[in-house]
């Protein structure tokens, strides 16, 4: 089977995708049967993911009518950290085998914290305490002001997922704050941490800017420039995680924060559907799927063991040909990661105004 094989290159299959309709039956489509037939070992979720879950779902109208006394923040509290313990209870078994490594759900903070630290601080704190599940992940985007929360909740005891990361840089200072979590923890045994870096948002927004170049090195470029970003990603995390610093974390029983691989569905349509799977496994990492590029994946992907450790200097030459033609990647992951918190808090800013709509209806 193709997605065992992913697996069995060291990369955890998790879904991104949650919804009240999946986590029950025996649909192929449903949580359970993700789980026990096409190696899901965690889910994550987001704003749009959620919005997108509720709004319109009958199977939600019954309990947002029984809360016209709350708040729509509160309602729609406590319909998404509801659907996240009961993935969180679907997952326990594989978080017991996996002695807490996989068995993962991850629920964010509200998107529009993502510059406020002590805010984002005190909302994982508090979702932590009412989904009240180990094998949760509190999600804080990789803001500056996300980087200090990222250290006070890690040691606060708490896993966390940094999700909208898009530039190298922004994730070696993402490691940084999550080494320094571990390092004030007295006791990070039980701690575990992914870093979401963003790939298919970075070829969308490249490709573009290289067919409007036009030329031929610009158009030999297309489609190169995500995969050849994670893959330095990825040697970034096996350097600072031989550092002699995290050495001595290690030694008192700290996990590694593992790479996590989202935006993984391919948005061209001349791409190959499978290649931000399949180009990118390597031990300790994580690929958090749509359910399309998971059944994908299912369907034709052709996996080739490790994809990433054996190209380091072609992804490094990718991103001097993008310098050469006038591209800036760190300009572009700066207005990706400013257009990744607006669009989740549009979502979730929708989320709200659907479900008051419900409320009132």
């Known amino acids: 089977m193709v997605i065992s094989e992913v697996s069995a290159g060291g990369t955890s299959i998790w879904l991104d995708d949650l919804s009240r309709a999946k986590l029950e039956g025996n649909d192929p489509h449903s949580l359970p049967s993700r789980i026990a037939q096409a190696s899901v070992v965690g889910v994550t979720t987001n704003p749009s993911i959620f919005n997108a879950a509720i709004t ?6 019954a309990d947002i009518a029984s809360m016209k006394d709350l708040s729509v ?10 659907d996240v313990r009961r993935a969180c209870d679907l997952l326990k078994e594989t978080y017991t085998r996996t002695k807490g490594i996989d068995g993962r759900v991850s629920i964010e903070v509200d998107p529009r914290l993502a510059h406020d630290t002590q805010g984002t601080i005190e909302q994982g704190l508090a979702l932590w305490k009412i989904v009240d599940r180990p094998n949760l992940m509190i999600k804080v985007p990789a803001t500056l002001e996300g980087l200090p929360a990222i250290t006070a909740l890690v040691a606060a005891g ?9 530039s190298i840089k922004r994730y070696g200072a993402v490691i940084d704050a999550f080494i320094s979590g571990i390092e004030e923890n007295s006791n990070p045994t039980h701690v575990h941490s992914v870093a979401s870096f963003f790939i298919s948002r970075i070829d969308s927004a490249i490709d573009a800017l290289l067919t409007k170049n036009g030329s031929s ?18 040697q970034l995390f096996e350097e600072k995680f031989a550092s002699p610093r995290w050495i001595k974390q290690q ?6 924060q593992r790479p996590l691989w989202a ?3 391919v948005k061209n349509p001349d ?3 499978t290649r931000y799977v399949v180009e990118l496994i390597a031990p300790d990492t994580v690929n958090t799927m749509p359910q399309s590029t998971l059944d994908a994946v299912i369907d034709h992907g052709i996996v080739r063991g490790n994809t990433i450790t054996a190209h380091y200097p072609a992804a490094i030459e990718v991103l001097k040909d993008l310098t050469s033609v006038g591209i800036s990647l760190d300009a572009i992951t700066t207005e990706l990661e400013i257009d990744g918190v607006k ?12 479900v008051k709509v419900a409320q009132q209806g």
Not at 158 to 166: A, G, H, R
Not at 220 to 225: I, M, P, S, V, Y
């Open 56 to 61: 319109g779902a009958t199977e939600y109208a």
């Open 73 to 82: 923040d509160e309602v729609v509290q406590k319909l998404t950290t509801d």
């Open 158 to 166: 708490i896993s966390v997922n940094v999700t909208l990361i898009f």
């Open 217 to 234: 090195q610009a158009i030999e470029l297309l489609g190169k420039a995500a995969i050849a970003n994670a893959h330095l990603a990825y």
């Open 251 to 256: 030694e008192r029983g700290a996990h590694k």
């Open 263 to 265: 935006s993984t569905g």
């Open 271 to 273: 791409y190959d559907d």
């Open 343 to 354: 669009k989740f808090a549009q979502a979730w800013n929708e989320l709200l105004d659907n």
